[in-house]
Protein backbone atom coordinates (compact mmCIF):
# COMPACT_ATOMS: atom_id res chain seq x y z
CA UNK A 1 0.00 0.00 0.00
CA UNK A 2 2.92 2.30 1.19
CA UNK A 3 4.31 1.52 -2.82
CA UNK A 4 1.10 2.33 -4.45
CA UNK A 5 0.99 5.88 -2.14
CA UNK A 6 4.35 7.24 -2.40
CA UNK A 7 4.23 6.26 -6.79
CA UNK A 8 0.74 8.54 -6.61
CA UNK A 9 2.87 11.56 -4.50
CA UNK A 10 5.84 11.29 -6.88
CA UNK A 11 3.29 11.38 -10.25
CA UNK A 12 1.67 14.17 -8.51
CA UNK A 13 4.57 16.20 -7.60
CA UNK A 14 6.45 15.59 -10.88
CA UNK A 15 5.38 17.64 -13.86
CA UNK A 16 2.01 17.35 -15.43
CA UNK A 17 0.95 15.38 -12.27
CA UNK A 18 -2.04 18.05 -11.73
CA UNK A 19 -0.37 18.90 -8.20
CA UNK A 20 -1.04 22.73 -7.57
CA UNK A 21 -4.31 22.91 -9.71
CA UNK A 22 -6.33 22.47 -7.03
CA UNK A 23 -4.96 25.04 -5.10
CA UNK A 24 -4.79 27.53 -8.13
CA UNK A 25 -8.51 27.13 -8.44
CA UNK A 26 -8.96 27.33 -5.05
CA UNK A 27 -7.05 30.84 -5.19
CA UNK A 28 -9.09 32.21 -8.45
CA UNK A 29 -12.78 31.27 -6.81
CA UNK A 30 -12.11 32.90 -4.34
CA UNK A 31 -10.57 35.63 -6.05
CA UNK A 32 -13.82 36.24 -7.82
CA UNK A 33 -16.39 35.69 -4.98
CA UNK A 34 -14.49 38.38 -3.59
CA UNK A 35 -14.45 40.56 -6.71
CA UNK A 36 -18.20 39.71 -6.90
CA UNK A 37 -19.49 40.56 -3.61
CA UNK A 38 -17.75 43.95 -3.45
CA UNK A 39 -16.16 45.87 -0.78
CA UNK A 40 -18.31 45.31 1.90
CA UNK A 41 -15.71 44.12 4.51
CA UNK A 42 -19.30 43.45 7.39
CA UNK A 43 -20.78 40.93 4.84
CA UNK A 44 -17.32 39.55 3.06
CA UNK A 45 -16.53 39.08 7.02
CA UNK A 46 -19.22 37.15 7.60
CA UNK A 47 -19.52 34.61 4.65
CA UNK A 48 -15.60 33.69 4.60
CA UNK A 49 -16.26 30.83 6.55
CA UNK A 50 -18.81 29.23 4.66
CA UNK A 51 -17.34 31.00 0.94
CA UNK A 52 -14.02 29.13 1.84
CA UNK A 53 -15.56 25.90 2.71
CA UNK A 54 -17.53 25.77 -0.58
CA UNK A 55 -14.48 27.18 -2.86
CA UNK A 56 -12.15 24.33 -1.25
CA UNK A 57 -15.00 21.63 -1.91
CA UNK A 58 -15.04 22.83 -5.09
CA UNK A 59 -11.56 22.94 -5.44
CA UNK A 60 -11.14 19.77 -4.03
CA UNK A 61 -13.78 18.11 -6.97
CA UNK A 62 -11.23 19.10 -9.87
CA UNK A 63 -8.69 16.19 -9.43
CA UNK A 64 -11.03 13.40 -8.87
CA UNK A 65 -12.17 12.46 -12.30
CA UNK A 66 -8.32 11.39 -12.80
CA UNK A 67 -8.35 9.89 -9.68
CA UNK A 68 -8.91 5.94 -11.64
CA UNK A 69 -9.03 6.92 -14.80
CA UNK A 70 -5.42 7.10 -15.15
CA UNK A 71 -4.64 3.77 -14.15
CA UNK A 72 -7.68 1.99 -15.63
CA UNK A 73 -6.71 3.93 -19.18
CA UNK A 74 -3.01 2.32 -18.53
CA UNK A 75 -3.81 -1.18 -17.70
CA UNK A 76 -2.38 -0.17 -14.31
CA UNK A 77 -5.75 -1.08 -12.39
CA UNK A 78 -6.07 -4.60 -13.94
CA UNK A 79 -3.04 -5.38 -13.49
CA UNK A 80 -3.37 -3.70 -9.37
CA UNK A 81 -6.63 -6.08 -9.22
CA UNK A 82 -4.71 -9.24 -9.47
CA UNK A 83 -1.84 -8.13 -7.65
CA UNK A 84 -1.54 -9.00 -3.90
CA UNK A 85 -3.05 -5.82 -1.96
CA UNK A 86 -6.50 -5.86 -1.73
CA UNK A 87 -8.41 -3.18 -4.06
CA UNK A 88 -9.42 -1.98 -1.01
CA UNK A 89 -6.55 -0.83 0.03
CA UNK A 90 -5.44 0.40 -3.31
CA UNK A 91 -8.68 2.81 -3.02
CA UNK A 92 -7.87 3.98 0.28
CA UNK A 93 -3.88 4.45 -0.25
CA UNK A 94 -5.04 6.68 -3.60
CA UNK A 95 -7.45 8.63 -1.54
CA UNK A 96 -4.77 9.04 0.56
CA UNK A 97 -2.67 10.61 -1.66
CA UNK A 98 -5.07 12.81 -3.51
CA UNK A 99 -5.59 14.07 0.00
CA UNK A 100 -2.56 14.67 0.70
CA UNK A 101 -1.98 16.51 -2.82
CA UNK A 102 -5.00 18.38 -2.48
CA UNK A 103 -7.31 18.57 0.99
CA UNK A 104 -3.97 19.10 3.04
CA UNK A 105 -2.62 21.89 1.07
CA UNK A 106 -5.96 23.40 0.57
CA UNK A 107 -6.47 23.73 4.79
CA UNK A 108 -3.16 25.20 4.55
CA UNK A 109 -3.56 27.73 2.17
CA UNK A 110 -7.18 28.40 3.21
CA UNK A 111 -6.29 31.17 6.25
CA UNK A 112 -4.19 33.69 3.56
CA UNK A 113 -7.46 33.59 1.24
CA UNK A 114 -9.05 34.08 3.95
CA UNK A 115 -7.50 37.69 3.61
CA UNK A 116 -9.23 38.46 0.42
CA UNK A 117 -12.62 37.91 2.19
CA UNK A 118 -11.44 39.88 4.75
CA UNK A 119 -11.87 36.57 7.25
CA UNK A 120 -11.79 37.63 10.96
CA UNK A 121 -8.33 36.62 12.55
CA UNK A 122 -10.41 34.42 15.18
CA UNK A 123 -11.21 32.61 11.98
CA UNK A 124 -8.00 31.65 10.72
CA UNK A 125 -7.19 28.40 12.70
CA UNK A 126 -10.68 27.34 12.44
CA UNK A 127 -11.17 27.60 8.78
CA UNK A 128 -7.09 25.71 8.88
CA UNK A 129 -8.78 23.51 11.20
CA UNK A 130 -12.16 22.61 9.67
CA UNK A 131 -10.64 21.59 6.51
CA UNK A 132 -7.93 19.57 7.77
CA UNK A 133 -10.72 17.42 9.36
CA UNK A 134 -13.39 17.26 6.87
CA UNK A 135 -11.14 17.18 3.80
CA UNK A 136 -10.48 13.36 4.22
CA UNK A 137 -13.97 12.94 3.96
CA UNK A 138 -14.36 15.25 0.80
CA UNK A 139 -11.38 12.62 -0.62
CA UNK A 140 -12.93 9.49 -0.16
CA UNK A 141 -16.25 10.26 -1.22
CA UNK A 142 -15.03 11.61 -4.23
CA UNK A 143 -12.98 8.23 -4.88
CA UNK A 144 -16.34 6.62 -4.05
CA UNK A 145 -17.42 9.08 -6.93
CA UNK A 146 -14.66 8.78 -9.29
CA UNK A 147 -14.98 4.98 -9.16
CA UNK A 148 -18.55 5.00 -10.04
CA UNK A 149 -18.12 7.29 -12.96
CA UNK A 150 -14.95 4.69 -13.79
CA UNK A 151 -14.81 4.25 -17.68
CA UNK A 152 -18.10 6.19 -18.60
CA UNK A 153 -17.50 8.92 -21.75
CA UNK A 154 -18.28 12.05 -19.48
CA UNK A 155 -17.43 10.73 -16.22
CA UNK A 156 -16.12 13.89 -15.15
CA UNK A 157 -19.52 15.66 -14.88
CA UNK A 158 -21.52 12.80 -14.06
CA UNK A 159 -19.07 12.50 -11.29
CA UNK A 160 -19.59 16.38 -10.10
CA UNK A 161 -23.31 15.52 -10.12
CA UNK A 162 -23.31 12.55 -7.98
CA UNK A 163 -20.11 13.74 -5.47
CA UNK A 164 -21.78 17.27 -4.40
CA UNK A 165 -25.12 16.23 -2.92
CA UNK A 166 -23.13 13.63 -0.79
CA UNK A 167 -20.68 16.35 -0.18
CA UNK A 168 -23.34 18.27 2.03
CA UNK A 169 -23.05 16.96 5.15
CA UNK A 170 -19.60 17.58 5.64
CA UNK A 171 -19.71 20.86 3.98
CA UNK A 172 -22.66 21.86 6.57
CA UNK A 173 -20.64 20.45 9.90
CA UNK A 174 -17.13 21.86 8.38
CA UNK A 175 -18.83 25.82 7.25
CA UNK A 176 -20.59 25.42 10.68
CA UNK A 177 -17.19 24.58 12.95
CA UNK A 178 -15.31 27.54 10.85
CA UNK A 179 -18.47 29.94 11.57
CA UNK A 180 -18.92 28.87 14.95
CA UNK A 181 -14.94 29.19 15.87
CA UNK A 182 -14.55 32.47 13.84
CA UNK A 183 -17.18 34.37 16.24
CA UNK A 184 -16.13 32.68 19.16
CA UNK A 185 -18.59 30.03 19.85
CA UNK A 186 -18.36 26.21 20.87
CA UNK A 187 -17.41 24.09 18.53
CA UNK A 188 -17.26 21.09 20.08
CA UNK A 189 -20.21 19.46 18.68
CA UNK A 190 -20.16 20.16 14.89
CA UNK A 191 -16.13 19.61 14.99
CA UNK A 192 -16.98 16.06 16.01
CA UNK A 193 -19.71 15.08 13.92
CA UNK A 194 -17.21 16.65 11.15
CA UNK A 195 -14.08 14.07 12.23
CA UNK A 196 -16.73 11.70 12.76
CA UNK A 197 -18.08 12.24 9.37
CA UNK A 198 -13.86 11.35 8.04
CA UNK A 199 -13.48 8.54 9.96
CA UNK A 200 -16.93 7.19 8.73
CA UNK A 201 -15.83 7.69 5.11
CA UNK A 202 -12.42 6.35 5.35
CA UNK A 203 -13.49 2.94 7.21
CA UNK A 204 -16.51 2.37 4.91
CA UNK A 205 -15.94 4.09 1.73
CA UNK A 206 -13.20 2.03 0.29
CA UNK A 207 -15.09 -1.03 0.76
CA UNK A 208 -17.65 0.23 -1.68
CA UNK A 209 -15.25 2.04 -4.11
CA UNK A 210 -13.77 -1.24 -4.26
CA UNK A 211 -17.27 -3.03 -5.01
CA UNK A 212 -17.82 -0.41 -7.31
CA UNK A 213 -14.24 -0.96 -9.09
CA UNK A 214 -15.20 -4.78 -9.38
CA UNK A 215 -17.86 -4.21 -11.08
CA UNK A 216 -16.36 -1.45 -13.62
CA UNK A 217 -13.54 -3.51 -14.52
CA UNK A 218 -15.51 -6.53 -15.54
CA UNK B 1 -1.49 -29.05 -11.79
CA UNK B 2 -1.17 -25.06 -12.11
CA UNK B 3 -4.35 -24.40 -13.80
CA UNK B 4 -7.33 -26.81 -14.35
CA UNK B 5 -10.79 -25.76 -15.94
CA UNK B 6 -13.89 -27.51 -16.59
CA UNK B 7 -16.69 -27.14 -18.57
CA UNK B 8 -16.46 -22.94 -18.67
CA UNK B 9 -18.56 -20.53 -20.45
CA UNK B 10 -16.96 -16.88 -21.04
CA UNK B 11 -19.12 -14.00 -21.75
CA UNK B 12 -18.46 -10.28 -22.47
CA UNK B 13 -21.10 -7.54 -21.51
CA UNK B 14 -23.83 -10.18 -21.12
CA UNK B 15 -23.26 -11.90 -24.37
CA UNK B 16 -21.80 -15.94 -24.36
CA UNK B 17 -18.57 -15.99 -26.12
CA UNK B 18 -16.87 -19.24 -25.31
CA UNK B 19 -18.46 -21.92 -23.78
CA UNK B 20 -17.70 -25.59 -22.91
CA UNK B 21 -14.07 -25.15 -22.46
CA UNK B 22 -12.05 -27.79 -20.56
CA UNK B 23 -8.06 -27.40 -20.33
CA UNK B 24 -5.25 -27.67 -17.43
CA UNK B 25 -2.22 -26.19 -17.82
CA UNK B 26 0.85 -28.40 -15.93
CA UNK B 27 4.05 -26.99 -14.59
CA UNK B 28 6.81 -26.01 -17.53
CA UNK B 29 3.87 -25.74 -19.78
CA UNK B 30 2.36 -23.53 -22.57
CA UNK B 31 -0.84 -23.35 -23.93
CA UNK B 32 -1.37 -21.39 -26.66
CA UNK B 33 -5.20 -19.90 -27.21
CA UNK B 34 -5.92 -18.92 -31.11
CA UNK B 35 -8.72 -17.86 -32.66
CA UNK B 36 -10.12 -14.93 -34.83
CA UNK B 37 -10.42 -11.72 -33.75
CA UNK B 38 -13.69 -11.09 -31.35
CA UNK B 39 -14.32 -14.32 -30.63
CA UNK B 40 -13.17 -14.16 -26.67
CA UNK B 41 -9.96 -14.92 -26.63
CA UNK B 42 -8.91 -11.73 -24.24
CA UNK B 43 -12.00 -12.15 -22.14
CA UNK B 44 -11.53 -15.91 -21.30
CA UNK B 45 -8.06 -14.46 -20.20
CA UNK B 46 -9.80 -11.77 -18.23
CA UNK B 47 -11.31 -14.11 -16.61
CA UNK B 48 -8.87 -16.45 -15.97
CA UNK B 49 -7.26 -13.99 -14.18
CA UNK B 50 -10.33 -13.53 -12.12
CA UNK B 51 -10.84 -9.90 -13.51
CA UNK B 52 -14.70 -11.14 -14.45
CA UNK B 53 -16.38 -13.76 -13.36
CA UNK B 54 -17.41 -16.77 -15.40
CA UNK B 55 -20.92 -17.21 -17.21
CA UNK B 56 -20.21 -20.92 -16.18
CA UNK B 57 -18.13 -23.88 -15.28
CA UNK B 58 -15.18 -23.85 -12.84
CA UNK B 59 -11.71 -23.00 -12.24
CA UNK B 60 -9.50 -24.56 -10.28
CA UNK B 61 -6.41 -22.81 -9.03
CA UNK B 62 -4.69 -21.69 -6.24
CA UNK B 63 -4.96 -17.90 -4.69
CA UNK B 64 -2.71 -15.65 -6.14
CA UNK B 65 -1.01 -17.83 -8.51
CA UNK B 66 -1.43 -15.89 -11.91
CA UNK B 67 -0.15 -12.74 -13.01
CA UNK B 68 -1.67 -10.86 -15.90
CA UNK B 69 -0.38 -8.94 -19.02
CA UNK B 70 -2.83 -7.52 -21.33
CA UNK B 71 -3.00 -5.11 -24.05
CA UNK B 72 -1.75 -2.26 -21.77
CA UNK B 73 1.32 -2.58 -19.73
CA UNK B 74 0.32 -0.48 -16.71
CA UNK B 75 3.15 1.68 -17.41
CA UNK B 76 3.83 5.04 -16.18
CA UNK B 77 5.02 7.25 -18.59
CA UNK B 78 5.68 9.95 -15.74
CA UNK B 79 8.40 7.23 -14.04
CA UNK B 80 11.21 6.06 -15.24
CA UNK B 81 12.04 2.99 -16.21
CA UNK B 82 13.96 1.83 -12.89
CA UNK B 83 10.94 3.70 -10.74
CA UNK B 84 8.47 1.42 -12.84
CA UNK B 85 10.00 -1.63 -11.94
CA UNK B 86 10.59 -0.59 -8.40
CA UNK B 87 6.67 0.20 -8.17
CA UNK B 88 5.71 -3.74 -9.23
CA UNK B 89 8.77 -5.27 -7.37
CA UNK B 90 7.63 -3.69 -3.72
CA UNK B 91 4.02 -4.87 -5.01
CA UNK B 92 4.74 -8.40 -5.61
CA UNK B 93 7.27 -8.35 -2.62
CA UNK B 94 9.57 -9.42 -5.30
CA UNK B 95 13.22 -11.05 -3.93
CA UNK B 96 13.71 -10.62 -7.81
CA UNK B 97 16.53 -8.28 -8.31
CA UNK B 98 15.56 -4.80 -10.39
CA UNK B 99 19.34 -5.01 -12.93
CA UNK B 100 18.47 -8.62 -13.20
CA UNK B 101 15.19 -7.96 -14.69
CA UNK B 102 16.22 -5.22 -16.70
CA UNK B 103 19.06 -7.07 -18.05
CA UNK B 104 16.63 -10.01 -18.97
CA UNK B 105 14.88 -7.62 -21.15
CA UNK B 106 17.78 -5.60 -22.34
CA UNK B 107 16.62 -2.47 -20.76
CA UNK B 108 19.83 -1.89 -18.33
CA UNK B 109 20.51 1.27 -20.62
CA UNK B 110 17.51 2.52 -20.13
CA UNK B 111 16.98 2.36 -16.51
CA UNK B 112 16.56 6.04 -16.09
CA UNK B 113 14.54 7.02 -18.99
CA UNK B 114 10.78 8.05 -18.89
CA UNK B 115 8.77 5.07 -19.46
CA UNK B 116 6.14 8.29 -21.85
CA UNK B 117 9.99 8.28 -24.12
CA UNK B 118 10.19 4.84 -24.83
CA UNK B 119 9.14 3.47 -27.90
CA UNK B 120 6.60 1.02 -28.08
CA UNK B 121 8.62 -2.36 -28.41
CA UNK B 122 10.42 -0.65 -25.29
CA UNK B 123 7.61 -0.31 -23.41
CA UNK B 124 6.33 -4.06 -24.59
CA UNK B 125 9.51 -5.58 -23.15
CA UNK B 126 9.46 -3.19 -19.60
CA UNK B 127 5.73 -4.68 -19.45
CA UNK B 128 6.79 -8.27 -19.72
CA UNK B 129 9.88 -7.71 -16.77
CA UNK B 130 6.97 -7.08 -14.31
CA UNK B 131 6.20 -10.65 -14.91
CA UNK B 132 9.62 -12.12 -13.93
CA UNK B 133 9.38 -9.79 -10.88
CA UNK B 134 6.03 -11.40 -9.57
CA UNK B 135 7.39 -14.63 -9.23
CA UNK B 136 4.26 -16.34 -10.21
CA UNK B 137 3.53 -19.80 -11.36
CA UNK B 138 1.06 -18.99 -14.12
CA UNK B 139 1.56 -16.19 -16.78
CA UNK B 140 -1.56 -15.26 -18.43
CA UNK B 141 -0.39 -13.24 -21.44
CA UNK B 142 -2.28 -11.74 -24.34
CA UNK B 143 -0.49 -11.25 -27.31
CA UNK B 144 3.47 -10.62 -25.81
CA UNK B 145 5.17 -10.58 -28.64
CA UNK B 146 3.05 -7.49 -30.36
CA UNK B 147 5.75 -4.23 -31.02
CA UNK B 148 9.14 -6.27 -30.24
CA UNK B 149 11.21 -7.13 -32.83
CA UNK B 150 13.35 -10.24 -33.64
CA UNK B 151 16.10 -10.05 -31.14
CA UNK B 152 13.65 -8.72 -28.25
CA UNK B 153 11.14 -11.95 -29.10
CA UNK B 154 14.32 -14.13 -28.89
CA UNK B 155 14.74 -12.89 -25.35
CA UNK B 156 11.18 -13.17 -24.15
CA UNK B 157 11.25 -16.71 -24.84
CA UNK B 158 14.55 -17.51 -23.27
CA UNK B 159 12.64 -15.55 -20.64
CA UNK B 160 9.55 -18.03 -21.07
CA UNK B 161 11.65 -20.69 -21.27
CA UNK B 162 13.94 -19.85 -17.73
CA UNK B 163 10.13 -19.90 -16.27
CA UNK B 164 9.29 -22.75 -17.42
CA UNK B 165 12.14 -24.67 -16.16
CA UNK B 166 11.85 -23.09 -13.21
CA UNK B 167 8.15 -25.03 -13.13
CA UNK B 168 5.96 -22.25 -14.49
CA UNK B 169 3.25 -22.45 -16.54
CA UNK B 170 1.66 -20.29 -19.14
CA UNK B 171 -1.31 -19.20 -20.96
CA UNK B 172 -0.91 -17.30 -24.28
CA UNK B 173 -3.23 -15.57 -26.79
CA UNK B 174 -1.29 -15.10 -29.90
CA UNK B 175 -1.80 -14.77 -33.51
CA UNK B 176 1.64 -15.68 -34.21
CA UNK B 177 3.81 -18.88 -34.00
CA UNK B 178 5.71 -18.69 -30.91
CA UNK B 179 9.24 -20.22 -31.13
CA UNK B 180 9.36 -21.92 -28.15
CA UNK B 181 12.35 -25.04 -27.11
CA UNK B 182 9.29 -27.40 -26.58
CA UNK B 183 6.15 -27.01 -28.66
CA UNK B 184 3.04 -25.50 -26.54
CA UNK B 185 -0.17 -27.34 -26.48
CA UNK B 186 -2.26 -25.13 -29.27
CA UNK B 187 -5.76 -24.63 -28.70
CA UNK B 188 -8.19 -23.45 -31.04
CA UNK B 189 -10.91 -21.38 -29.66
CA UNK B 190 -13.48 -21.35 -32.66
CA UNK B 191 -14.38 -24.84 -31.71
CA UNK B 192 -15.54 -23.39 -28.54
CA UNK B 193 -17.44 -20.74 -30.21
CA UNK B 194 -20.75 -20.13 -28.36
CA UNK B 195 -23.72 -18.71 -30.71
CA UNK B 196 -24.19 -15.57 -29.26
CA UNK B 197 -26.99 -16.07 -26.47
CA UNK B 198 -27.53 -13.57 -23.65
CA UNK B 199 -26.29 -15.23 -20.74
CA UNK B 200 -29.26 -13.89 -18.71
CA UNK B 201 -32.32 -11.89 -19.28
CA UNK B 202 -31.27 -9.35 -17.52
CA UNK B 203 -27.54 -9.03 -18.95
CA UNK B 204 -29.23 -8.42 -21.65
CA UNK B 205 -30.13 -4.96 -20.93
CA UNK B 206 -27.09 -4.25 -19.78
Redesign the interface.
Known amino acids: MMALLMRDLKLAFRAGGGFGFAILFFFIVTLLLAFGIGPDVVLLGKIAPGALWVCALLACLLSLDRLFALDYEDGTLDLLTVAPIPLEAVVFAKSCAHWITTGLPLALVAPLLGIFLDLPAEGYLWVFLSLLAGTPALSMIGAFGAALTLGLRRGGLLLSVLVLPLYVPTLIFGAEVARRGTVGMDVQTPFLLLVALSFGALALLPFAAAAVLRINLR | MILSVKDLSVSRGGRLLLSGLNFEVLPSEALVLTGPNGLGKTSLL ?1 TL ?5 QAGGEIITEN ?1 T ?3 A ?10 SVI ?1 NLR ?2 A ?4 SRHRLNDALEQFDLSDLKNRLAGRLSAGQKRRLGLA ?1 LVL ?1 ERPLWLLDEPTVSLDEPSRQGFYKTLQTHFDDGGGAVIVSHTPLALARSPKVMDLSLFAAQGFFTTEVDAFL
Open positions: RAGLQPEAVYGHADGLKSGLEFWDIFARS
